[in-house]
C-alpha cells in the first residue's frame, strides 16, 4: 500500500497511540482494585511461605469495637491477637486481626501467655503474623517431657558406668 500523502504514517501512528491511551485510561478509571480483605490475604500467604520464623509470646486476646463507615452499616467487632517477639535485641509488639478466620483459629482456645511462633518479613520485621491460612504459630499447650523412673537410691550399680577403674 503506497501512501501518496507522507504525513499519513505519522497522523495513522498518533491516532493508534491515542486510541491505546483512552483504552488504559479508561481500564484504569473503571477498574476495581483488590480489596481491603484480599490484601491482607495476600500479605499473609506472602509471610507464610517466606517469612522468617521467631519465638514471641501470645500477650492478650482482645475484642475491639469498630464504628461503622457508612451509617446504614452495622458497627463490627474485630478479634485481635496480641504478641510479642524479639529479634535482634529489638523487642517488637504488634496485633493480628483474626476474625475473619474461624476455621483457621478459634478465639476461644487461644491461651493468652503461653509461648508462639510469629514470621516476619526479614527486611521489614514489623511485618509478622502468627497465623495464615495454611500455617499457624500458636501452641496447643506446653510441651510435655517423657517421664522416666527413678532409679533405686540405694542402687548405685548404674553409676559404675560412669567411672571406671573404680569399683
Known amino acids: 500500500m503506497i501512501l501518496h500523502n507522507p504525513n499519513a504514517w505519522e497522523i495513522s501512528a498518533t491516532a493508534a497511540l491515542v486510541a491505546v491511551l483512552l483504552v488504559t485510561g479508561f481500564w484504569l478509571l ?7 480483605e484480599e490484601r491482607e490475604r495476600a500479605r499473609r500467604q ?6 522468617r520464623l521467631v519465638d514471641g509470646m501470645l500477650l492478650d486476646i482482645c475484642e475491639v469495637e469498630v464504628p461503622a ?61 502468627v497465623v495464615a491460612e495454611e500455617w499457624t504459630g500458636l501452641r496447643e499447650g506446653l510441651p510435655v517431657l517423657p517421664a522416666y523412673d ?6 548405685t550399680s548404674h553409676l559404675e558406668v560412669l567411672r571406671p577403674g573404680r569399683g
Open 30 to 36: 473503571l477498574h476495581k482494585g483488590p480489596t481491603p
Open 46 to 51: 506472602f509471610l507464610s511461605h517466606s517469612g
Open 69 to 129: 463507615k457508612q451509617k446504614d452499616e452495622p458497627s463490627r467487632t474485630l478479634t485481635l491477637l496480641v504478641y510479642k517477639y524479639r529479634i535482634g535485641g529489638v523487642d517488637y509488639e504488634s496485633s493480628q486481626d483474626i476474625t475473619d478466620m474461624h476455621d483457621v483459629v478459634d478465639a476461644a482456645q487461644v491461651r493468652v501467655g503461653f509461648p508462639c511462633s510469629a514470621r516476619y518479613q526479614p527486611g521489614n520485621p514489623q511485618n509478622s503474623i
Open 150 to 155: 527413678d532409679p533405686d537410691p540405694l542402687d
